[in-house]
T-cell receptor, first 115, second 114 residues
Framework: ETGVTQTPRHLVMGMTNKKSLKCEQH?????MYWYKQSAKKPLELMFV???????ENNSVPSRFSPECPNSSHLFLHLHTLQPEDSALYLC??????????????FGAGSRLTVL | KNEVEQSPQNLTAQEGEFITINCSYS?????LHWLQQHPGGGIVSLFM???GKKKHGRLIATINIQEKHSSLHITASHPRDSAVYIC????????????????FGEGTQLTVNP
């Protein structure tokens, strides 16, 4: 365990389902991130939250809806996904310093399969 | 062309060999990160560096800012070092930002055989 916990680890859903991914950290970090890792592609940043406020949405389709109720928890709500959304979704956290360069701590990821 | 390029894409070595993985980038950066991803997905941060060299156990990371190049070295490699090694950069931004926004390379799959 790295200190960042993601659930579920595996999720299979149909295109009409609604599901959520959960991320939790108790490292005292104030910034949390969602990344997407598709097969044979580099990790892509999806969303950034600093002190519960969304500071970046990297042109992510609206079928992905993030929620950050506090600095320790981050959700990714999923609805009407497409098969091409099947990927590993990684949550990460870091200190929210202004240098723009902080070490990230990653969760183990949630492997999503959309049928 | 990706802003972060890694080579080689795949590397197979025998236990005990000295290993080098290279990373080149084409943007201004505030820091460069080396990450390790094991099968199953979890990613561990190995190094964050903005100049010079860092060492941790058998791992050494170097960066040359002028040449926009970094290397990750593994001495006395072991089968447990088998993983994907990922280079990522924090791009320098005009505005002050909080947190890290990393741009990733495609990774290098390392296999160390006993």
């Amino acid at each position: 365990e790295t200190g960042v916990t993601q659930t579920p680890r595996h999720l299979v859903m149909g295109m009409t389902n609604k599901k959520s991914l959960k991320c939790e950290q108790h490292l005292g970090h104030n910034a949390m991130y969602w990344y997407k890792q598709s097969a044979k592609k580099p990790l892509e940043l999806m969303f950034v939250y600093n002190f519960k406020e969304q500071t970046e949405n990297n042109s992510v389709p609206s079928r992905f809806s993030p929620e950050c109720p506090n600095s320790s928890h981050l959700f990714l709500h999923l609805h009407t996904l497409q098969p091409e959304d099947s990927a590993l979704y990684l949550c990460a956290s870091s200190h929210a310093g202004v240098s723009g360069a902080n070490v990230l701590t990653f969760g183990a990821g949630s492997r999503l399969t959309v049928l | 062309k990706n802003e972060v390029e890694q080579s080689p894409q795949n590397l197979t070595a025998q236990e005990g060999e000295f290993i080098t993985i290279n990373c080149s980038y084409s943007v201004g950066i505030s820091a460069l990160h080396w990450l390790q991803q094991h099968p199953g997905g979890g990613i561990v941060s190995l190094f964050m560096l903005s100049s010079g060299k860092k060492k941790h156990g058998r791992l050494i990371a170097t960066i040359n800012i002028q040449e926009k190049h970094s290397s990750l070295h593994i001495t006395a490699s072991h089968p447990r070092d088998s993983a994907v090694y990922i280079c990522a950069v924090s791009k320098r931004r005009k505005e002050e930002t909080s947190g890290s926004r990393l741009t990733f390379g495609e990774g290098t799959q390392l296999t160390v055989n006993p």
